[in-house]
């Protein structure tokens, strides 16, 4: 056998190595309730869940708790997954911008009791440049804003 053949199955095989391992480490999307099931079988792994932020009558986001004067890296509110479940999540960061105009949040951790301990945020907001377009931010606890992204 060439070396080059050699060289291009040892390049195969430890490409299918990368994809097997980071497929391993890929959480789910699940809703509170499925999460808090998950979490009463012992099963810690990150998941996403999605939601929105609950509104009251005036269309005013409801359900915030942050204090930068008593706490700067913590964050509460309350997130309604898409079949209407509300639970208490709870971001070790600070708050993140804009965090209200949010239409659709995607919370990325795991259930800790009867709370959700997100360490990542995914905001999915309208566009403030362009027409019908949204744009997602990605926040993560105790990191930077890495910056919005069209889609």
């Given at each position: 056998m060439?070396?080059?053949h050699l060289v291009g199955l040892l390049t195969i095989a430890v490409a299918i190595g990368i994809i097997v391992s980071t497929a391993g480490d890929a959480s789910t999307y699940v809703n509170f309730t499925q999460?808090?099931?998950m979490a009463q079988a012992g099963d810690n792994d990150l998941i996403h869940v999605v939601g929105k932020l609950p509104k009251n009558s005036k269309?005013?986001?409801t359900g915030l708790l942050y204090d930068p004067r008593f706490d700067p890296n913590r964050f509460e509110f309350t997130l309604t997954d898409l079949q209407g479940v509300r639970c208490?999540?709870?971001y070790a960061?600070?708050?993140?911008?804009?965090f209200e105009r949010a239409e659709q949040i995607v919370v990325?951790?795991?259930m800790q009791g009867v709370t959700f301990?997100?360490?990542k945020i995914l905001l999915k907001c309208p566009s403030k440049y362009q027409q019908g377009k949204l744009e997602t931010t990605e926040f993560e606890a105790g990191s930077r804003q890495t910056g919005p992204r069209p889609i």
């Open positions: 060439k070396l080059t999460a808090t099931a269309r005013q986001v208490q999540c709870i960061s600070p708050k993140p911008q804009d990325i951790g795991s301990a997100v360490q």
